[in-house]
């Protein structure tokens, strides 16, 4: 089973970006479907963004990320990043990597939590003026 390290979180002003970072060891990232999930105070996990392997390289995000948002495989690092643009105070909380070995399996959404059975340790993300 991989194992999944998130870094690149911290306190960003409204408006600013993050670039998040997720590496694994284990096994190699380009078969598996990898994910990002983010949890806020009081809120449910809900899933921000997903990219399948690289053999459908398919990218999906949430309705309230698109356009801001973008997902990416680095291919020879064996991570997934998620670059944050125009970052909003609801979207402080701790954010989650994921990944599911998957092959080919095409998404056409973002999958549930429950789907993925490799996860992160969380990285916290603060949007504050």
């Known amino acids: 089973q991989v194992q999944l390290v998130e870094s690149g979180g911290g306190l960003v002003q409204p408006g600013g970006s993050l670039r998040l970072s997720c590496t694994a060891s284990?096994?190699?990232?380009?078969?598996?479907?990898v994910g990002w999930f983010r949890q806020a105070p009081g809120k449910e996990r809900e899933g921000v963004a997903c990219?399948?392997?690289?053999?459908?390289?398919?990218?999906v995000y949430a309705d309230s990320v698109k356009g801001r948002f973008t997902i990416s495989r680095d291919r020879a690092k064996n991570t997934v990043d998620l670059q944050m643009n125009s970052l909003k105070p609801e979207e402080t909380g701790i954010y989650y990597c994921?990944?599911?070995?998957?092959?080919?399996?095409?998404?056409?959404?973002?999958?549930?939590?429950?789907?993925?059975?490799?996860w992160g340790q969380g990285i916290q993300v603060t949007v504050s003026s």
């Open positions: 994921v990944a599911e070995k998957a092959g080919n399996r095409v998404i056409v959404g973002i999958p549930e939590s429950t789907a993925f059975h490799s």
């Open positions: 990219i399948s392997s690289v053999n459908t390289h398919t990218v």
């Open positions: 284990g096994s190699i990232l380009d078969d598996h479907i």
